[in-house]
């Protein structure tokens, strides 16, 4: 899937962005990666795959919602010819939906709308460009409700069905998570529900890196 010299980028909202510091231009610097899974993830990378000297870049930004992906793709996925992007985006599409005071969520169909453009902008852009989708999750703790369901598994239904129409690589988080739970509480592992604790980053990357390396 990776060849010496292919840049990787992670893309999505604050899960991915994760506190990274936009004034730190380099891609091999932890701070530039955030305190999360793309950080986690990208070092893993590069120290499994040395020869390959893959660049690593996290432009994920927290808040944002597929809408807010379409407005900077250009500048923020196009502009740095990416040879992987990796994709988590949903949540902040649904919670707008259930956080008094928030601002609107995205509908489903102008999520899935909107995802499909981003995807096919990159190819148009990039016919060589690779993806991974990354299903959006929830716990349920914290802020999470009954209320969420059963419309944010349509919203996570819609990446794996994008991910196997591109014919991308899919990392189920949900189904990761779901099974995290099993063997300690929700909150060991999302305290509202949503952002990870360190545990959370660290199974989300090693999972990912997982489906990336087969």
Wanted: overall charge negative.
């Amino acid at each position: 899937m990776l060849q010496p010299n292919d840049v990787v980028l992670f893309q999505g909202d604050s899960i991915t962005d994760c506190g990274r510091d936009r004034e730190i231009d380099n891609n091999d610097s932890m701070a530039a990666w955030g305190r999360g899974y793309a950080a986690l993830a990208g070092a893993s990378l590069r120290a499994n795959l040395p020869a390959y000297d893959l660049t690593v870049i996290n432009r994920g930004v927290s808040g944002d919602q597929v809408p807010d992906l379409i407005a900077r793709w250009d500048d923020d996925a196009i502009a740095h010819k990416p040879s992987l992007i990796s994709i988590l985006i949903g949540v902040n599409d649904e919670w707008r939906f259930h956080r008094e005071g928030s601002g609107e969520g995205v509908p489903l169909d102008v999520f899935e709308t909107g995802y499909r453009q981003v995807l096919d902008r990159s190819r148009e852009a990039m016919p060589e460009v690779q993806f991974v989708l990354c299903e959006p999750f929830v716990l349920r703790c914290g802020g999470i409700t009954d209320s969420w369901f059963p419309q944010f598994d349509q919203r996570r239904k819609i990446v794996e069905t994008l991910a196997i129409e591109y014919d991308t690589r899919f990392v189920p988080f949900q189904q990761i998570f779901d099974e995290a739970v099993k063997h300690a509480p929700p909150e060991y592992w999302a305290p509202d529900g949503v952002h990870p604790t360190p545990a959370g980053h660290a199974l989300m990357a090693q999972n990912w890196m997982r489906v990336v390396l087969g």
